[in-house]
């Protein structure tokens, strides 16, 4: 299991030095928004519901898997006490470099979503956790660890990609091509690539239904359907029971 975290960092920090898009650290209108009591923190091209993020000055927030600059800058604008936990060197410097400039107090550590052993039991209000559970072959193990260190009645908020994003594969023909579905559920890029990128898709009853049983109660939930048909992303919003 090591070795697939290993790739899956490396995989990141490549994306990081290649500037990928969602790799763009938090622009000067945002975190002037943030600092005004307005959270504008993207869901691709929605943002998270503003009701959401209510009476966060002095409140405890773990941004997870969450580096590169964005979310936790945000948040720590805000008001809130930021612990960014994330497995890129490469993201988290991005957070460390917008932290320095902007004067924002914030806790960066690398580590492993999966185990969370570094940090306090019960010690957050919030977790925020943007698309990364597709590099975790079991979300439950991310969700347990998040009801350990979250507080009773804390609350988590995870966004993810729906199985329609693996079950297709995109099929050339004369009339310019079509999708057809060929995976099952649950889905692991390792046997279909060799290339070392490392992804997979969950099921719905994995994400929600694991989120109920780690001990949480569902309280929000939107979907956000990009330009390409299969790519369908949702984000949950759940409070520990």
């Not at 979503?113 to 590099?135: A, H, K, V």
């Not at 199985?163 to 889905?187: I, Q, R, S, T, W």
């Not at 239904?209 to 992303?233: A, N």
Request: with cysteine.
């Amino acid at each position: 299991m090591e070795q697939i975290y290993r790739q899956v960092e490396q995989n990141i920090d490549n994306l990081v030095v290649n500037q990928v898009g969602w790799s763009n650290t938090a622009t000067a209108e945002q975190l002037e928004s943030a600092r005004n009591g307005i959270l504008l923190i993207p869901f691709y091209d929605k943002t998270v519901p503003q009701e959401w993020f209510e009476n966060l000055v002095g409140k405890r927030v773990l941004c997870l898997a969450g580096a590169g600059g964005l979310q936790g800058p945000i948040l720590a604008a805000a008001g809130a006490k930021v612990t960014v936990v994330d497995l890129s060197d490469k993201m988290l410097e991005k957070d460390r470099e917008i932290a320095r400039h902007e004067n924002l107090h914030m806790e960066i550590i690398k580590g492993n979503m999966c185990d969370l052993s570094m940090l306090e039991e019960g010690s957050f209000d919030l977790i925020l956790n943007p698309p990364s559970l597709m590099y975790v072959p079991d979300p439950v193990e991310v969700f347990r660890e998040c009801a350990r260190v979250l507080k009773p009645g804390g609350e988590l908020i995870v966004m993810a990609p729906t199985p329609v994003n693996y079950l297709c594969d995109f099929v050339e023909d004369e009339n310019g091509g079509y999708y057809k579905a060929v995976h099952k559920m649950p889905y692991d890029s390792r046997e279909f690539d060799d290339s070392g990128w490392v992804e997979y898709g969950h099921t719905m009853e994995t994400y929600l239904g694991g989120l109920i049983r780690s001990g949480f109660v569902i309280t929000g939930y939107t979907e956000c359907q990009m330009e390409d048909i299969t790519e369908l992303q949702f984000m949950v919003r759940a409070k520990r029971v």
